[in-house]
């Protein structure tokens, strides 16, 4: 079983930078550079900070949900992302980040619910890219 690490993190990166992200979406776009995260001492220049990244947040749901896996199917359960249990107040607006369940669906009964887990991951280094200049 891998943890979170560092290469973990780079490949988040790698991978949303080439297929699906511009580099402003993920990364403070400061005088200095392009960064993860504001460097300590240094002025965000008017942009909001944030702790977590909407798309880093997915991406550390799905990767919680495949290390969980292995345990889940131990225990004859499935480890299921986004779900949705009106009578515990799961709605589809603020569903589980992930939880066990007897059964693989995203709408769940709560007698099919057998542990929830709220994911406030993100990422830990600091990252700066470079971006090439466009002519």
């Known amino acids: 079983m891998i943890f979170w690490n560092n290469d973990t993190e780079i490949q988040f990166f790698t991978e949303a930078l080439k297929n699906f992200v511009s580099p402003e979406q993920l990364f403070y776009n400061l005088k200095s550079g392009y960064f993860a995260y504001v460097p300590k001492g240094s ?5 909001t900070l944030q702790s977590r990244n909407s798309l880093i947040g997915q991406f550390t ?60 991951m993100s990422v830990v280094s600091n990252y700066k890219v470079h971006i090439p200049k466009q002519c």
């Open 43 to 47: 002025d965000a220049e008017g942009q």
């Open 61 to 120: 749901e799905k990767w919680s949900k495949t290390l969980f896996e292995p345990i889940a199917k131990e225990l004859g359960l499935f480890a299921v992302n986004s779900v949705v249990c009106d009578e515990l107040g799961l709605s589809r607006q603020s569903s589980a980040d992930l939880a066990l369940c007897t059964t693989n669906n995203t709408v769940q009964k709560p007698e099919n619910i057998k542990l929830l887990f709220e994911i406030k």
